[in-house]
């Protein structure tokens, strides 16, 4: 129901920058969150940063103070901006809509994501 595009992963040197971008389309609502995911090998996807369509945010405790994810309301899309990155950052990064469906008279959780985008740091 919601398309997202991904951009801007791509490879750098430990304590180099990168920025994400995500542009979702589709059945947009007014209300949502969206947010990047990442996963390494073996792990399961885990939560790197979101924003709410009323610009509230959370970050993983191991990116808080070197990674910014800010939105563009008007355009329906987010940026992760990734300052002073680390190898152990080397990853798939994953964008995310979430949204609630409303159904049988009930809102249910439903997630939208990217296809991926591959982010590299080498040492």
């Known amino acids: 129901q919601v398309q997202l595009v991904e951009s801007g992963g791509g490879l750098v040197q430990a304590g180099g920058s990168l920025r994400l971008s995500c542009a979702a389309s589709?059945?947009?609502?007014?209300?949502?969150?969206m947010g990047w995911y990442r996963q390494a090998p073996g792990k399961e996807r885990e939560l790197v940063a979101a924003i709410t369509s009323g610009g509230s945010t959370d970050y993983a405790d191991s990116v808080k103070d070197r990674f910014t994810i800010s939105r563009d309301n008007a355009k329906n899309t987010v940026y992760l901006q990734m300052n002073s990155l680390k190898p152990e950052d080397t990853d798939v990064y994953y964008c995310n809509y979430h949204r609630l469906l409303r159904q049988g008279g009930l809102f249910i959780p439903h997630d939208d994501w990217g296809q991926g985008t591959q982010v590299t740091v080498s040492s």
């Open positions: 589709g059945s947009i609502d007014s209300i949502n969150a």
